[in-house]
């Protein structure tokens, strides 16, 4: 099985940063993708940014350019740094880690983390 807690959410001004973090406990294999996902508020949740095992990245269109995704192995860590942050980015981000074995895929999530995009 696979935890994850995210932290870093908060409240931040147009134009302002944050950084998250999410950490993995349990077993993480070195194949598995890890990501970011939001859902705003009356909205379906959406992937942000994902990397795979081999730093290979995909961002949504909404946030090339301002948002970096970043992983540890070693610390079972996945950052997302977030630049230049819009009222938009306002969503519950949720980290993901997703797994194929033997053609099935799993999906394990993080319980979220409110980021609020304010003046």
């Known amino acids: 099985q696979v935890q994850l807690v995210e932290s870093g959410g908060g409240l931040v001004q147009p134009g302002g940063s944050l950084r998250l973090s999410c950490a993995a406990s349990?077993?993480?294999?070195?194949?598995?993708?890890m990501g970011w996902y939001r859902q705003g508020p009356g909205k379906q949740r959406e992937l942000v940014a994902v990397?795979?095992?081999?730093?290979?990245?995909n961002y949504a269109d909404s946030v090339k350019g301002r948002f970096t995704i970043s992983r540890d192995n070693a610390k079972k860590m996945v950052y997302l740094q977030m630049n230049s942050l819009k009222p938009e980015d306002t969503a519950v981000y949720y980290c993901?880690?997703?797994?194929?074995?033997?053609?099935?895929?799993?999906?394990?999530w993080g319980q979220g983390t409110q980021v609020t995009v304010s003046s």
């Open positions: 993901n880690v997703h797994r194929t074995v033997l053609g099935l895929n799993y999906d394990y």
């Open positions: 349990g077993s993480i294999f070195r194949l598995d993708a």
């Open positions: 990397i795979t095992s081999g730093g290979s990245t």
